[in-house]
């Protein structure tokens, strides 16, 4: 068990320095923080997906984040379009599959997505334990497992589909097959606050797309500024209601050195 080789708060410097163009196509209820979220972190939003422009769109984006969330038939399309956009441009693109074990219909789009080889999937505990075919206690969008029970399945998976696997909760997990790490922090009540997961996944695409070159560190920065402005608003939110615009400000006002301070990252 060691402290990471890399600085958080240099791949946060960079991310903010180039300012990403993330194209997110993800469900109704995150729309609106996902992009907030991106703004307060320092990247660029854009929620396109629709079939007539999305795969247009990945090749000017710097990565493509997916979700699943709020599944429609018309909406699959676009979503397919992206991704294959992505891989032919070499763009970095990140999968959140949102309650796929729910439905026969989540799981044949998820099942249709992952046969084109994300570069990082993200999900909470329930979610990775299942796709890895594990018995699972989620109800709908929301985990009834610990990430730590997710840490085989995210192993699995990453190995399986030779991806970057996150597995998020009270402590994250991400590895890449042979590398892994533990993130500590955030707050008991991010799971409170509806599409913080999403957002979190555009957000993992917004630091992929300035570091391409490193997805793995890249998720791991993600995370891990979740973790450190989560648990910054966390001192100060009375409930859900005033932690998200707390969590907003704290993502924004995060500097670098402070967020290499304050990250609790160990690589396993
Ligand atoms: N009990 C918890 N304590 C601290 N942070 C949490 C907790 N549960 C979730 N988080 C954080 O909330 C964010 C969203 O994760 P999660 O709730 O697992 O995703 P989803 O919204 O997709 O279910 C992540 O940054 C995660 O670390
Ligand atoms: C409530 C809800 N219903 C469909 S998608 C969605 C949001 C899920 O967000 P998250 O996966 O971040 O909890
Ligand atoms: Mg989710």
Redesign the pocket.
């Known amino acids: 068990m060691t402290n990471p080789s890399f600085s958080c708060g240099r791949l946060l410097a960079a991310m903010r320095q180039a300012n990403p163009l993330v194209q997110c196509i993800t469900n109704d209820v995150a729309m609106n923080i996902a992009a907030n979220v991106l703004l307060a972190a320092g990247a660029s939003p854009a929620m396109v997906s629709a079939e007539e422009e999305a795969g247009e769109f990945a090749r000017i984006a710097g990565a493509v984040t997916i979700n699943i969330g709020t599944l429609w038939s018309g909406g699959v399309a676009g979503m397919l379009a992206a991704a294959n956009a992505a891989n032919g441009a070499g763009k970095p693109w990140v999968l959140?599959p949102?309650a796929h074990y729910a439905t026969g219909f989540r799981r044949r789009v998820v099942g249709e997505l992952m046969a084109l080889e994300p570069t990082i999937l993200r999900?909470?505990?329930s979610?990775i334990m299942a796709m890895a075919g594990e018995a699972t206690r989620g109800q709908g969008?929301?985990?009834g497992d610990s990430?730590m029970a997710a840490q085989n399945a995210a192993l699995t998976l990453a190995r399986r589909y030779g991806c970057i696997v996150a597995v998020?909760?009270?402590?994250?997990f991400v590895t890449d097959g042979s590398r892994s790490a533990t993130?500590e922090?955030?707050?008991?009540l991010?799971?409170k606050v509806t599409?913080?997961?999403?957002a979190?996944t555009c957000l993992v695409g917004a630091f992929a797309a300035s570091t391409p070159d490193q997805p793995f560190e890249a998720t791991i920065a993600a995370?891990a500024l979740?973790?450190v402005s989560?648990q910054d608003a966390d001192g100060h939110a009375r409930g859900p209601g005033s932690f998200q615009p707390l969590f907003l400000d704290a993502l924004s006002a995060l500097g670098s050195d402070r967020f290499d301070a304050e990250a609790r990252i160990t690589m396993r």
């Open positions: 959140d949102v999900g909470n505990a979610e969008v929301d985990s990430a998020t909760g009270d402590v994250d993130i922090g955030g707050s008991p991010m799971p599409a913080l997961g999403c979190l995370l979740f973790a989560g």
